[in-house]
């Protein structure tokens, strides 16, 4: 009978992979230009150690919390190990936050130190120079069973209005996992990561797989064309993806299956992706190797299924798995098959995470938990998502969703991105508004042609009663977007 071995403290378990496989690949850089770098484990390891000391020289000890914001970089990657090794708790934050947003986060918690380079926080910094002032200090492990607090922090909110900070509500010790998910990393994967560091779908396409022994591909940032490349190249066989990426690689020119062959697992969650890029991508992978998830930062319960169910019911988001779900309405009462309602969901294991510095939400009905999203399930119990409650426009009396109708725009080909919010109007009392970002910016659509697209596609009431072409999408590296902001700049030029 086999004993599964005792659970490792994450800086620990660096230590170990590098013990074990020191020469072997852990990390490739695919910086935004020039060539890619390659780092070993013993490599890692080593100036995950100096950074470490280098943080124990500026005062950080077992249980405290760090912030690190260094980019999609091999510094990040050092850096975060460096804090897990001397028992910190590490926040991943954007390198470039302004500072109104910055302060609002930095606020809600203590944190002994910020990696970051930034000269205008009142916080004990180390910069990019400081860390490179440690290649100096002594490679060897650092001594003793130090286990972060938190396993994982992540900043969120910031795209609906109030900054939150999620913490695991487990410590930072790696299990061996006897029983593997197709959606778990292992230790022969190739992950691409994609995502922004300091970004859930990041923190897990990257220190999963590493955590496990596996490579991980790191790219600085997204470009759909460099990631396909990398995905051949690398011969990668896990990804995690956001919708936002997913649609640039559909319309890709000339991609083929071909280029996808090594990957036994696409993961997508994060947003509504609209048919026609799912269509795509099933046409791209195999059916069963794409996964469509319902999950967030907070870990209230897991939905998913594959591309082969979604197949079967075109715009699902899958089952629960190990949790149950509850369409509600308003006033906590139970909605029937097909009626929309805030989607609630209750965790079959324990409680996952907890907010720092303010109240965590208390369940209700024996455990339900929200993350505020809109939807409804089908007779056999799988889920759809409608959209999020505060992003629901009320035009006219009817309930419009802008997810629906930035999915049917989306399809336009002369559209590379599409955000719609609702605006006051003195007659309907918001209206329907389409911010559209080109393929092309010498020759945009015209605002009839797109309106004549949504009439083929929506009902009335849906159709947005204004467009506005801009350059380029204000999104995040992560693919969000703050559409509370994009509402008050166009309220504050409205004569």
Partial sequence: MSTAAAPVPYGRRLTQLATKNPHGTALVFAARVGHHQTFSWINLESRANQIARLMERSGVADGDVVVVALGNTPDQVAATFAGWKVGASV???RKDLPRWERERILGIGVFRLVVAD????????LSREDLEGSRA????????????????MIGTGGSTGTPKIVASMHPGLHVENEYPSKLMPMPDDVALGASPLYHGNGTFSCFSPLLEGAQVVLMESFDAARAVELIEQYHITTAVLVPTMLQRIARLDDVSPRQFESLRCVVYGAAVLPEWAARAWLQLVKPERFYITYNGSEQLGLVMCTGAEWLERPGTVGIPVGADVLILDSEHRPLGVGEIGEIWLRSHGERATEYV????????????????DLGWLDDDGYLYIADRRQDMIIS????????EVESALSEHPDVADVVVIGLPDPEWGHRVHAIVEPRLATDPPSEENLRAF?????????VPKSFEVIAEMPRTSAGKVNR??????????TP
């Fill in 357 to 372: 510095g303010m109240p965590t939400p208390e369940p209700i009905l024996g455990g339900y938990l929200t993350f505020g």
């Fill in 454 to 462: 949504c009439k083929a596609r929506l009902t009335a009431p849906k």
């Fill in 118 to 125: 930034w000269t205008d926080t009142d916080l004990p910094v």
């Fill in 137 to 152: 200090l002594d490679t060897s492990p650092i001594p003793g069973h130090r286990v972060p607090k938190h396993s994982v």
């Fill in 484 to 493: 509370s902001r994009l509402v008050e700049e166009r309220i504050e030029v």
């Fill in 91 to 93: 926040l991943p934050l």
């Fill in 396 to 403: 006219g009396g009817v309930n419009v969703y802008p997810a």
